[in-house]
């Protein structure tokens, strides 16, 4: 089984869960409340995904990182004694397989939708 494959079961079988723990009962229109919500949260991972591989944190770490060490004598004096850069090393995070989680969570949104629609 692929990674996809085993994510939307996976998923499916929380929805199945959460409607339990959301609403003591199952029935279609609660099945479909949570799926619902299943699919927001894989949507808003995918989201996180792309803003840690896009490094949009990395600025603002790096710039406060900088601000405190120019404030801070005493790691300014370290720093100049050892001879190091404020500059860190940085690295690139890459998650292999993003993509199913917003194909799966679309799916579960526009689903659910429709199910609730009708």
């Known amino acids: 089984m692929n990674f996809k494959a085993i994510l939307l079961l996976t998923s499916l079988s929380t929805s ?14 609660n099945w479909a409340n ?10 808003m991972i ?3 995904m792309i803003l840690i591989e896009g490094q949009f944190f ?8 900088n601000f405190f060490a120019k404030t801070n004598k005493k790691d300014q004096v370290i720093q100049e004694s050892e001879k190091r850069s404020l500059i860190p090393l940085t690295y690139r ?10 194909q799966i969570g679309l799916f579960f949104c ?3 939708l429709l199910v609730s629609f009708f």
């Open 16 to 29: 199945m869960l959460l409607s339990f723990f959301l609403y003591k009962s199952w029935s279609l229109i």
């Open 34 to 43: 949570a799926l619902f919500l299943v699919g927001l949260l894989l949507i």
């Open 46 to 48: 995918y989201s996180m």
């Open 58 to 65: 990395t600025a603002f770490l790096t710039s406060t990182r």
């Open 93 to 102: 995070r890459e998650f292999p397989n993003r993509k199913s989680f917003l």
């Open 110 to 112: 526009i689903g659910s």
